[in-house]
């Protein structure tokens, strides 16, 4: 849970701020109507996530409380009744993190969102490609005080070698003008690896160039930013683009995962499935299915077996963690692996034992599951899933509890 602080003195904006921040499931907020009682809560509590002041308080009336919370590191957005472009640049250069003018209960959702953001930032890595140091610290600082995690590589290569390194990287902040591998075919090279299409390209560009913009976008680039660049510019930007990329991978989720177990649905299966194995690479499947979950579901519960098949996919999606894994039907799920065989039924043998070992909700149910397994490098999916439901099926006549292997040649 991160707790919000709200500084402001009006107890209607208060009750507005208390009830947008407490819909969020992740935020609790703390309550303070001046700059002594705002005081005292950062003294006694050093772990906010953030905090909303209003520039005019009963003891704090020329926005002192600005300071304030900046000497405690407090991510802060300022509430204001009127907008003032002097003020707005005294305050960002100050380091707030945005100047919000309290027009509507729309200006108030558009804090809360904010924060929101912040929060996400927290978990989502970016990386700058940038030959000079001097921009690199600008970008790095800009990036690190709306919470991002931030790495920073000198060009190109370095920049693939990092991308390549950790695939959590979201979004790419990168020059045009680098050594070894310039912005341009840095995004080119990006677009052209699967791994990377959802990746967030922004390139920044000299001003009053549009040439360079337009060949960024050309090239990949999903957005361009004009150097020198303003505050809010660089971060609607950016932010923008973020939203987009969770976004579209809402709406993928939506479609390509099963919504109980969060592994991949049937459609998705045989869609990417198929296209592994055109790679001509072996591929393994495992077909693992839960041993007796008829009774499970009949003494405990259909609430009960839900809860069993989470906690089962979420185990399967730990030891199988670089392949794809689907649920297939009810209590049936497929592995499909690119890996070495060995490898595979290494981690199968393991998967199994944990499994044995563990014991799930609070009447604590043990599971145990049966397994089929197939391989090969030709032919279809459908085929290869069909030798190893075979397989499967010899072991649930066997005894359950057991991995029946076949490898097709
Ligand atoms: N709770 C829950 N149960 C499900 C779901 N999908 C399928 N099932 C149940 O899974 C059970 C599968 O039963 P069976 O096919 O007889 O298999 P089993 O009892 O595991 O027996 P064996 O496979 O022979 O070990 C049925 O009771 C289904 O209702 C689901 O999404 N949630």
Same mark, same amino acid.
């Given at each position: ?26 935020? &609790?907020? $703390?309550?303070?109507?001046?700059? #002594?009682? /705002?005081?005292?809560?950062?003294? =006694? !509590? ?104 931030? &790495?920073? $590589?000198?060009?190109?290569?370095? #920049?693939? /070698?990092?991308?390549?390194?950790? =695939? !959590? ?121 839960? !041993? ?118």
């Amino acid at each position: 849970m991160y707790k919000v602080l709200v500084t402001e003195d009006s107890p209607i904006v208060r009750k507005i701020l208390f009830k947008l921040i407490e819909d969020n499931p992740y935020f &609790q907020s $703390v309550l303070c109507e001046d700059l #002594a009682s /705002a005081r005292e809560q950062l003294e =006694s !509590d050093q772990s906010f996530l953030a905090a909303i002041v209003d520039l005019n308080l009963p003891d704090a009336p020329n926005g002192e409380i600005v300071d304030v919370v900046l000497s405690y590191d407090v991510p802060t957005v300022v509430l204001t009744g009127n907008f003032d472009e002097h003020l707005r640049h005294m305050l960002l250069d100050k380091g707030v993190l945005d100047y919000i003018t309290k027009e509507s209960r729309y200006s108030y959702m558009q804090v809360v969102k904010l924060i929101e953001r912040l929060r996400k930032n927290l978990s989502t890595k970016v990386l700058v490609a940038d030959d000079s140091i001097t921009s690199q610290n600008f970008l790095s600082h800009f990036l690190k005080k709306f919470g991002f995690q931030v &790495q920073c $590589v000198n060009d190109g290569v370095e #920049a693939l /070698a990092a991308l390549d390194a950790d =695939s !959590d990287i979201k979004l790419v902040i990168s020059d045009y003008m680098m050594p070894n591998l310039d912005g341009f075919e840095l995004v080119k090279k990006i677009r052209q690896d699967r791994r990377f299409q959802d990746l967030i390209f922004v390139g920044l560009s000299a001003k009053g160039n549009s040439m360079l913009s337009a060949k960024f976008i050309k090239s990949g680039a999903n957005d361009f930013l004009s150097k020198p660049f303003y505050h809010e510019e660089f971060f609607c930007r950016v932010l923008h683009s973020l939203e987009l990329q969770e976004m579209m991978e809402q709406v993928r989720d939506a479609a390509n995962l099963d919504p109980l177990t969060n592994t991949y649905n049937r459609r998705y299966l045989f869609e990417h499935g198929e296209l592994m194995l055109k790679t001509g690479k072996q591929t393994t499947v495992v077909i693992i299915d839960i !041993d007796d979950f008829k009774p499970i579901n009949d003494t405990y519960g259909h609430k009960t077996g839900d809860k069993l098949l989470e906690a089962f996919s979420m185990l399967l999606k730990r030891y199988y963690r670089e392949d794809m894994v689907a649920r297939y039907g009810g209590e049936e799920f497929v592995v499909v692996s690119e890996r070495e065989y060995e490898q595979v039924m290494h981690i199968t043998t393991l998967f199994m034992q944990k499994l044995r070992e563990l014991s799930f909700t609070e009447h604590s149910i043990t599971m145990t599951c049966s397994i089929g397994v197939s391989s090969n490098n030709s032919g279809s999916l459908e085929d290869l899933i069909d030798i190893a439901d075979k397989r499967l099926y010899e072991a649930k006549h066997s005894g359950k509890d057991k991995v029946i292997e076949a490898i097709a040649v």
